[in-house]
């Protein structure tokens, strides 16, 4: 079974001297196995995604503070901060759907993990401030993807 992801690419806006940079969506095609397998390699996020009914419940733990991230979600993106080191790290709201499906058919839970952004790619596409108090520490995934 085929999977289409979606990976962010970065680039910087043609030769304008702006210095914002562009995020851009890059879809590829992977054997559903092996995006699996790539997912739980472990890495500095664990991600747990919860289907319930046809919403998804998604949190994150930073592995080396023990600590739940703070969410907030910026389409195409949920940004994910962890409130102790402060690193950050994000999924496509685009996969986390994909995902919401794959723990349905498989018992209603995926967990997979994911690496904090280097310094380089902060630089590129700096993440949201996301110190504000109204950020939860989990996300609600609705079936249109919208926010509950
Ligand atoms: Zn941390």
């Given at each position: 079974?085929?999977?289409?992801?979606?990976?962010?690419?970065?680039?910087?806006?043609?030769?304008s001297?702006?210095?914002e940079?562009?995020?851009?969506?890059?879809?590829?095609?992977?054997?559903e196995?092996?995006?699996?397998?790539?997912?739980k390699?472990p890495?500095d996020?664990?991600v747990?995604?919860?289907?319930?009914?046809?919403?998804?419940?998604?949190?994150?733990?930073?592995?080396?503070?023990?600590?739940?991230m703070?969410?907030?979600?910026?389409?195409?993106?949920l940004?994910?901060?962890?409130?102790r080191?402060?690193?950050?790290t994000?999924?496509?709201?685009?996969?986390?759907?994909?995902?919401?499906g794959?723990?349905?058919?498989?018992?209603?839970?995926?967990?997979?993990?994911?690496y904090?952004?280097?310094?380089?790619?902060?630089r590129?596409m700096?993440?949201?401030?996301?110190?504000?108090?109204?950020?939860?520490?989990?996300?609600?995934?609705?079936?249109?993807?919208?926010k509950?």
């Amino acid at each position: 079974m085929l999977r289409k992801a979606c990976m962010a690419a970065l680039g910087f806006l043609g030769l304008s001297r702006k210095s914002e940079s562009e995020l851009r969506l890059v879809t590829v095609s992977l054997k559903e196995e092996e995006f699996i397998r790539r997912a739980k390699i472990p890495k500095d996020v664990s991600v747990v995604v919860v289907s319930r009914g046809s919403e998804g419940h998604i949190s994150a733990k930073c592995k080396n503070c023990s600590a739940s991230m703070m969410a907030a979600e910026r389409d195409p993106l949920l940004w994910l901060k962890c409130p102790r080191c402060g690193r950050v790290t994000f999924a496509v709201l685009a996969n986390l759907r994909q995902d919401l499906g794959y723990a349905e058919g498989h018992g209603g839970t995926f967990e997979f993990d994911l690496y904090f952004l280097n310094e380089a790619s902060m630089r590129m596409m700096p993440p949201p401030d996301m110190d504000r108090t109204d950020q939860g520490s989990f996300f609600m995934l609705g079936p249109s993807g919208r926010k509950i």
